[in-house]
């Protein structure tokens, strides 16, 4: 029997550049179609850190780059800064 | 009229809306569904209140209310213009959550700002997907959906309100109509207004010197990022002055270091 496997996405938006800050946002995708998170489901991070979501079994594979603000726009806000995308590689079946 | 007060409008500039909870009297919410559907007539962009809404209309009604008039009048001034109206109506176990978003454009105004009035006719429960906000995002510069991949934020509020609530939003306000999982069709109306007058001190200033207004502009959220949530508290210092015209205004000493440049050349020691 073949197990087919699927990517499951969690994106995570911490309140510093470093990986053990706090969880300010999150949003996840689910590649095995089981789930189907959407905008405004939870007031309740999943993790309270980043770390503890690698504690837990996430895969980091990507984190934002740290960019300086354009000159003459130091002080303007816009997206959120530090974003970090994990995964998690989930068994289908055949 | 019931003007806002210095406190109410630094509300708005901190949190980027302000919340009439039941405001609308039942008589006005018992008809509004039935008059909404049956159809507002559309409008050219830009059509002054008093064209768009004949008085003893359903929506002349609903904006003449003294709380309501009071408000937009504060925010937005006298003889505002209606930008567009429509009617949003999220279907029982149906449709779609918006991704996250601003209305119309990015939008790089630095003093002026339009308001979006949301009107909840009936009781709106958090399975009605009542609509999504977030706090404090209104000065953030985003392009409309580019925000899409933003879920959920930490202090977002997921609208849950009585029958007859009002919500005064600035333009900037990252916000969406959640999933409805009841199986009641839920309904907003929205009408965004555009000001013609500059936004300088239209509201009651008696309590302007009040403590509590720096308290309000001072408001962090907790989806802020550390750095950046400073940032936003320089952005409402500068809107609080381009409000109140008194650009000495300042929280924290934020805006007067950063502009510290001396030009006095001290004379040199001997």
């Known amino acids: 029997m073949t197990t087919t496997v699927r990517q499951q996405v969690l994106v995570l938006y911490l309140a510093t550049s470093a990986l053990d800050s706090p969880v300010i946002g999150w949003s996840s995708y689910d590649g095995t179609g089981r789930t189907k998170p959407t905008t405004g489901d939870s007031d309740e991070p999943p993790y309270e850190t980043g770390v503890a979501a690698l504690i837990d079994g996430w895969r980091l594979f990507q984190a934002a780059q740290l960019i300086p603000p354009y000159p003459g726009h130091e002080h303007e806000v816009s997206f959120l800064k530090h974003e970090f995308l994990f995964e998690r590689l989930t068994p289908t079946g055949g | 009229m019931h003007l806002l007060s210095s406190v109410q409008m630094a509300r708005f500039v901190a949190q980027g809306s302000l919340r009439f909870d039941g405001v609308v009297p039942a008589e006005l919410n018992e008809i509004a569904v039935a008059a909404l559907t049956a159809g507002v007539p559309h409008l050219p962009y830009g059509t002054p209140v008093e064209q768009a809404f004949p008085a003893g209309s359903f929506v002349r009604r609903l904006i003449d209310l003294p709380v309501i008039a ?169 809107l609080w002055r381009a409000l109140t015209g008194d650009d000495t205004f300042d929280i924290e000493y934020w805006a007067t270091r950063v502009a510290n440049e001396p030009r006095r050349v001290a004379i040199a020691a001997s």
């Open chain 2, 70 to 238: 009071g408000a937009l009048h504060s925010l937005v001034g006298p003889g505002p213009t209606v930008d567009h109206h429509w009617l949003h109506v999220r279907e029982p176990h149906g449709g779609e959550a918006q991704d996250l978003h601003a209305d119309a454009i990015i939008d790089v105004r630095k003093e002026a700002f339009d308001v979006q009035l949301m009107y909840y006719p009936q009781e709106v429960t958090l399975e009605m997907g009542g609509t999504l906000s977030v706090p404090g995002s209104h000065l953030r510069r985003t392009n409309e959906s580019d925000t899409g991949r933003y879920q959920n934020l930490r202090g977002q509020t997921r609208l849950v309100c009585p029958a007859g609530t009002v919500v005064l939003l600035h333009h900037g306000i990252w916000h969406g109509g959640r999933r409805n999982d009841s199986g009641r069709p839920r309904y907003m109306f929205k009408i965004r207004f555009n000001p013609t007058v500059r936004q300088v001190r239209l509201w009651n200033t008696g309590d302007l010197a009040d403590p509590a207004v720096a308290a309000e502009l001072s408001t962090t959220f907790p989806w802020y990022e550390n750095a950046t949530g400073r940032l936003e508290i320089l952005n409402r210092v500068k």
